[in-house]
């Protein structure tokens, strides 16, 4: 089926506006049939779409694996992350992590100039690819590190890994470089100290939030940096489950996303279509990219990036104050089907 396809930055690389997220292709916070993650990425191929991501952290490396042999040989475009490797031995903890039966390893944080080559080279080895069209810095902020961490942590990427991403994609061993992260200030923060193409924000554009609006997204559109939108359903609440931001949902917003649905089955829609269309009404972003953790799902996904919105629907949740009043709004076309 036909897909709209983006730009990343200005670099010339286009994904499909929908992709894959690979998170939950590691068994991460649920357990996967032998195969699953292999067959969640064929069905998604399948049906048009063309860009899938993954990153070491997810399942200590099985995320990766099972990515590389499900697109390899296939038309694609893949991003992965670098700042943790992995070094040989169980974690004593995975489950601390959300991972369920990862692989023998155990992740360490390094941001600096050869460990960002080192992962980089790794990731080729698990994937079994030759190229990583998108290499993402994984998790580095406050919200992960705390303040002091934080701070050792990106004077390593200022003062070296970010020598070897700009390095890496000089020499065309990568199309494009940023940040894959939950927080908008450390994409504020990487500005000043290099020239991304992308940040894959998870969880913060979305039909639930669109406090980027204030400051990433003019900053990034100024600049000419895309946006890919990880977790479009915040981990879960927008699609029905009792999970916001990997935790138990607070109640205003349960509230609130119960809100969105009401004005949603006024209209005939299911709030999932909703929560997919509204991150790609945005100029600056490029794909949306839910994680699915099992082939069921990934159909589900696809049929609701096979549904239409009528676009009353779209002036009813901005009229009700759920959209930002300065938001883009869909067109009401389905994601798969457009060109």
């Given amino acids: 089926m036909a897909i709209e ?29 032998p195969g699953e993650a292999r067959a969640i990425v064929a069905a998604g191929f399948d049906a048009g779409l063309t860009y899938a991501d993954t990153a070491p952290f997810y399942g200590y490396g099985r995320s990766e694996r099972a990515v590389g042999d499900a697109i390899r040989g296939r038309d694609h475009v893949l991003s992965t992350k670098v700042g943790r490797l992995l070094v040989p031995g169980a974690a004593p903890d995975p489950a601390r992590d959300g991972m369920i039966d990862p692989l023998p390893f155990h992740p360490v944080f ?27 810095v994984h998790d580095i902020g406050e919200m992960q590190h705390g303040a002091r961490g934080n701070a050792r942590h990106f004077t390593d990427l200022a003062d070296g890994g970010y020598r070897a991403l700009a390095e890496l994609r000089a020499a065309g061993k990568v199309g494009a470089i940023g940040l894959g992260v939950n927080e908008t200030a450390v994409c504020l923060a990487a500005m000043e100290i290099g020239d991304w193409d992308c940040f894959l924000l998870a ?17 990034c559109s100024a600049r000419a940096i895309t946006l890919i939108v990880g977790g479009p359903f915040n981990s ?66 696809l049929d609701w990036a096979a549904t239409p ?21 869909p067109d009401g076309r ?4 457009s060109t």
């Fill in 5 to 33: 396809t983006r730009e990343i930055g200005r670099t010339g690389l286009k994904v499909s506006i929908l992709g894959i997220g690979g998170a939950p292709l590691g068994g991460n916070f649920a357990a996967l049939q």
């Fill in 110 to 136: 390094d941001y600096s100039y050869d460990a960002i080559m080192r992962s980089y080279e790794d990731s080729q080895q698990r994937l079994g690819l030759e190229r990583i069209d998108i290499l993402l």
């Fill in 203 to 219: 969880g913060r554009y979305t039909l639930l939030e669109q406090d980027p609006l204030d400051d990433l997204i003019p900053a």
């Fill in 236 to 301: 879960g609440v927008l699609v029905g489950r009792d999970m916001w931001n990997y935790a138990e949902t607070p109640r205003p917003v349960a509230e609130k996303a119960a809100r969105l649905a009401g004005i949603c089955a006024d209209h005939g829609v299911e709030l999932p279509v909703a929560a997919l269309q509204f991150p790609l009404a945005h100029p600056v972003v490029s794909a949306v990219i839910p994680g699915a953790r099992s082939v069921d799902e990934m159909r589900g996904i």
């Fill in 309 to 329: 919105t009528p676009p009353a629907l779209w002036r009813d949740l901005k009229a009700a104050g759920l959209i930002a009043a300065r938001a883009p709004l």
């Fill in 334 to 337: 389905a994601i798969l089907g």
